[in-house]
């Protein structure tokens, strides 16, 4: 299983991102889908994930301001990330559990102005 992470920057507060997630080696509309994140100094967390038949889960501190997605035929999950704060400032991460944990390299996520 590979998870290639993309689509994180600069950006300022206020502003949006959208992280996508490439999956391969693994029947992707099978899986549950998640992105975690890590911030300066702090442990990695969960964001959200969605499950194989599109139920989804947020952390509290993104509720409302962020939504997860998949797009089964093009084996992606993205991350729509509305209304960024410093706070948001991470390295964030792809996450599939396919018989074993797997993670993408991570994308940088900087929220400043």
């Known amino acids: 299983v590979q998870l290639q992470a993309s689509g994180g920057g600069l950006v300022q507060p206020g502003g949006s991102l959208r992280l996508s997630c490439k999956a391969s080696?693994?029947?992707?509309?099978?899986?549950?889908m998640a992105w975690y994140r890590q911030g300066p100094g702090k442990q990695r967390e969960l964001v959200a994930n969605?499950?194989?038949?599109?139920?989804?889960n947020y952390a509290d501190s993104v509720k409302g301001r962020f939504a997860i997605s998949r797009d089964n035929a093009r084996r992606l999950v993205h991350l729509q990330m509305n209304s960024l704060s410093p706070e948001d400032t991470a390295v964030y991460y792809c996450?599939?559990?396919?018989?074993?944990?797997?993670w993408g390299q991570g994308t940088l996520v900087t929220v400043s102005s």
């Open positions: 969605i499950t194989s038949s599109g139920t989804t």
């Open positions: 996450y599939t559990n396919w018989g074993r944990a797997y």
């Open positions: 080696g693994m029947a992707f509309s099978y899986g549950a």
